[in-house]
Structures are given as C-alpha cells and as structure tokens.
C-alpha cells in the first residue's frame, strides 16, 4: 500500500520561512491522523545558518518533543542536505525524538550522503535519501548507487523533480534505471512549475511507488508541490483511492 509522506511545514517553509504557530501544528497533526497520512516531515534539521529563519529551519529536540509527544500514528522526521550534515547534531532517534531522517543530495554530493545514511543508520534513525536534480543523475550517479553495499538501510530513496520539469515519460525512465541498479522502495516528490505534479506524481504510483510527498494547498516554491486533495479527488479509474486511505 502506498504511504503519503507530508512536508508541508519544511517545503512549505519556503513560503513563510519556516514560521509556524504551536496551534497550526497541532492542528496539523490532528488532520494527518485523521487522513491515516503516513509521515510527516515537520522541517529541517540545519544549524549552518543561524540567522532569519524560523524555528522548523532548525527543528531542535526541544522543538519536537512537545509535537512528537501528540502525534499518535505518525512517523515524524526531518530533512538534512548533505553539505550542512553535521554528525553532533544527531544524538540518536530515541532522544531526538525523531523518526526519520530525510538526507537531501545533489548528484554530485552523493558519495557523501551514502557516508552520511550509513552514520544514521547506526543511530536507530530510519533513513531516508532524496535524489535531487533527478534529470541531472548520470551514469557516474548510478554506478556509486549501484556499488553501495547497504541499501538495506534505507527505507527509500526519493527521486525529487527539483524544479519542476520533468514530465511521466522522464520519470518512468529514470525511476526504472534506480530499480535496476537494485533499489526496491523508490519514492517521489513533486514539484508544480509545468503543472505535472498530479501526472508525475500518478506516474510514480502506477510504478509502484513506496511513498509520495504532498503538502496541504500545494504549499511549496518552484511552482508549490502536490496538493493532498488534488490527488485524493482524482476519479476511481485513476487512482484506488483506497490504497491511499
């Protein structure tokens, strides 16, 4: 069954620069249990940049506790690029209180990010990488991912549509070449400058997609992301809406 992964208030954050209210977040919370959505990415985990950005830029364990303490079913976690990793920002899953760790790559940087997955793995984090820039992945890209002893560690790798401009024809074959280099749970995450959120995103599921990313409205920069209510509308003969509930 395919899982729904929300990152509404750290793509989101984007838009309001990772500015968000206690209530809107508990509020949120509550919405996403209430639609059995599967994980929820609340931000991101960079202490680089320490000056005007809001609170979910930095996501603390301080700051998630009292969240993660309300979240009933969710799995909650947060994202961390590659060239901000700092390995003593990450104590372990139990006291981080934390589920998940999402790793966010560029193609170039993806040596360092299987380093990376490996040293939170051993953590207890559940690990997670996005493959970034998607089109731009090159038979060098593939190779290292190929020759990677531990894929058993991830729970998925994501293929990110960045800027928004690939379409269902690009992803198929880039999402065929990730599973032929043997990696089983292969997910998406949408971006909606072209309008072809819903049709990658739809794509992505006929595949056998393991997760897809949504925020609530489409919230998100390079043209927003895929709106939770876009997709869960879509006639039956598209979509087992089912599957998603």
Known sequence: MIKLL????????????????????????KTLNKNNIFYYEIGYRNYYEKENKGSFYYCTPDLI???????????IGVMVDTKRFKEKDFSNAKEDYTDFVRIATHPEKIKETLIIAETLYKKNYTVMIQLMD?????????????????????????????????NPDDLEKIYN???????KNISFHA????????????????????????????EGINGGNLQYEELINIPENKLLFNELK
């Open 6 to 29: 929300d990152c509404t208030t750290r793509d989101g954050g984007y838009c309001t620069n990772w500015n968000y209210s206690d209530e809107y977040i508990f509020d949120l919370i």
């Open 65 to 75: 506790e009292k969240f993660y303490n309300k979240k009933n079913n969710l799995k």
């Open 134 to 166: 998607m089109s731009n992945l090159l038979q060098e890209h593939y190779k290292i991912l190929e020759e990677w002893k531990y894929k058993n560690f991830l729970k998925t790798i994501y293929l990110a549509d960045t800027y928004g401009i690939i």
């Open 177 to 183: 070449k990730i599973k032929e280099i043997g990696y």
């Open 191 to 218: 971006h909606n400058k072209k309008y072809l959120a819903l049709s990658n995103s739809l794509k992505a599921i006929e595949l056998g997609a393991y997760s897809i990313d949504i925020t609530q409205d489409g």
